[in-house]
């Protein structure tokens, strides 16, 4: 449970004064539901008010704090003009300009004869100084009550500034005393600030130069958020693997009939990652491994090994895919190795329904069926497994943290295999999977050949459809991607819709479409009818992005390549190359391309490194958007900036694991106080492993 002393920082943003229930909603837009969440709305500007000069030194355009006599109120002159109060010091004249003022409320504000302090943006109108609608307004001797350096939030439509500088230091009042989580002679190494201190500071910059994500006060929050991170990441692992492992090495007799079954031969790098897994699985430790490997290094052969070591136990083994297609194609793939090894299988996703399901959870539990294959239905909870000894989930980043907790809780001690396509670079395989164990696929199996890519301009369309239309006729497959148009999927369809009727006027009707709005069902009949061979162009929305395969297809189109990003690129690229044949890849773009977009592009021409393109993506677009946080359930930092703050992760993880094994259930004092940390950045799943306390 979140500790007490938290509470006040977790109240709805709408119990904030100045924040009625509109306002409060669009502030949740901007920064989240509760006002622990204002706090970590950091300002990007300041409003520097400690300039004070005389009315004729004050400078065009700039902000000014003047003292100034109040000497004539003008009225408009009609409804269209200003009120204008006119004002003078020794110097010179400030004209206070104000449209649709009441005349009365300024009478008040600004009484004639008397000496005020005004201050706001100063213009100069031919001889006299303005200011249109001060920003403050006060009485000299009430001088002291003048914010001098004011933060400038990041702001949304209709959330007036002001209202919203209020509602933080409302939250910052909010601010509880609470014990250090930082170690102390690091922190005193750092000298950094306080937590509570460091919010203050960071919300009241007096120079800009507090503004820097590298400040001490900015740099401790960054911190504090990525070790709450790290913790989190510990304990779960902690968690999966407390409950005591069990031991799964088999007698490799099934996974020798596969490979009898398999055209070719393991690569060293699958060989070298599978005896990593083999020994995990061996060893009385829950197995929580990351295959890392590039689109095409041969992933699926090494998942199906670790299943059928499982089986060979007695065990069961699940596979889990992130769509309904790769389910499928696994299952495709595997079917023919696991009737070879004799081992029975079965497909369950959220399509199978009525009978049909009800006979594979039957079998299921029975443990009838030694491999299951399947979507996120795998975890729903009427899915019982008979033992299950090791669940392999691919594309890991679909899934959160949280799914693959659901999975491994369907048997004792499962150990877990997370396979991912998306290279990741190193920092943010800390940030995503903590301190998992980590195996990579770098070889590419034999025989493969380099993808040629070249880049072409939009308007060189026909001749790239002449130089396909020869490639068909020797006999080549092509994929051709249509663009993405950021959220309408309309569009997009519009897009690919029309390209494939153009492709069918010069094709015939060996040209087929898939996107996502399709049916299933029909959506597989157009896959199988592509890799069967019976279509030689395939038009597609980004639904072949993930894991699709068909050896056979040598030519991948990319339409708008340019509105792409790198990773996106890479793996669509990785659809071809899969076959022994040549391939190419043909990126179209729009010449009128951003900078960022003509790197990504030169780029994605120049290598098909896919640890190198990660490196190269998390520079050119920043480590939220590499991990697609937004879609993946992954941590999305707030204060924290790994562009930035890249080399706290490491001390944070190091810290973590020293917190975690010395003290596992956080019950000692740093460990009362990183229990109040978790809860703090709200990972409160983590901290829900501990016992209470
Ligand atoms: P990914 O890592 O993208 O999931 P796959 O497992 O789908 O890659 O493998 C891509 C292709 O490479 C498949 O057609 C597969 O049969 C083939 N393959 C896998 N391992 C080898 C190998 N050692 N030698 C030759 N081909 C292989
Ligand atoms: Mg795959």
Redesign the pocket.
Known sequence: MRPAALFPLFRPLASLPGLGPKLAKLAEKLTGPHAVDLLWHLPCGIIDRRFQPKIAQAPHGRVATLTVRVDQHVPPLGPRYPYKVRCTDETGVLELIYFHARADWLERLLPLGRTMVVSGTVEWFQETLQMNHPDAVLPEDQRDTLEVVEPVYPMTAGLPAKTLRRAVKAALDLIPDLPEWQDGPWLARQSWPGWADALRRAHNPDTESELDPLSPARRRLAYDELLANQVALALVRRQQRKLAGRMLAGDGRLRAKALAALP????GS?EGALAEIFADMGADRRMLRLLQ?????????VALMALLNAVETGAQGALMAPTEILARQHAE?LAPLLDAAGVGWAVLTGRDKGKARAAVLERLASGDIGVLIGTHALFQEDVGFHDLGVAVIDEQHRFGVHQRLQLSAKGRAVDVLVMT?TPIPRTLTLTAYGDMDVSR?TEK???RKPIQTVTVALDRLEEVVAGIRRKVAEGARAYWVCPLVEESEQVDLAAATERHAFLRAGFGDRVGLVHGKMKAADKDAVMAAFAEGRLDVLVATTVIEV?V?V?EATVMVIEHAERFGLAQLHQLR?RVG?GAAASTCLLLFDPHLTETARQRLKTIRETEDGFLIAEEDLRLRGAGEVLGTRQSGLPSFRLADLEVHGDLLPVARDDAQLIVNKDPELSGPRGQAVRTLLYLFERDAAARTLRSG
């Open positions: 070719f031969r393991l690569t699958q490997g590039d689109v095409g290094s041969g992933k699926t052969v793939t396509a696929l199996p034999a025989g894991g395969n050896p990785g899969r």
